[in-house]
């Protein structure tokens, strides 16, 4: 079995290291890019906006 990009569906094989799990730069790129615009989410109870440190989070709502 042959691992493909999660962006583009291309072969990682021959890919650099540094770019795996991705083809290339253009697409740990956009990958990144989803991340920062908010596409991509981790499940788990929503924080207050003005939340920066732990401390700062309301663990009992």
Known sequence: ??????????STAQAEP???????ERCKLVDLGRWFDGDYRIAGESVSPGATRP????YEH
Do not use: L, T, Y
């Not at 079995?1 to 291309?10: E, G, K, N």
């Open 55 to 58: 401390d700062d989070i309301d």
């Open 1 to 10: 079995m042959q691992a493909v990009c999660p962006i583009c569906s291309r």
């Open 18 to 24: 540094k770019f795996i799990p991705f083809c290339g």
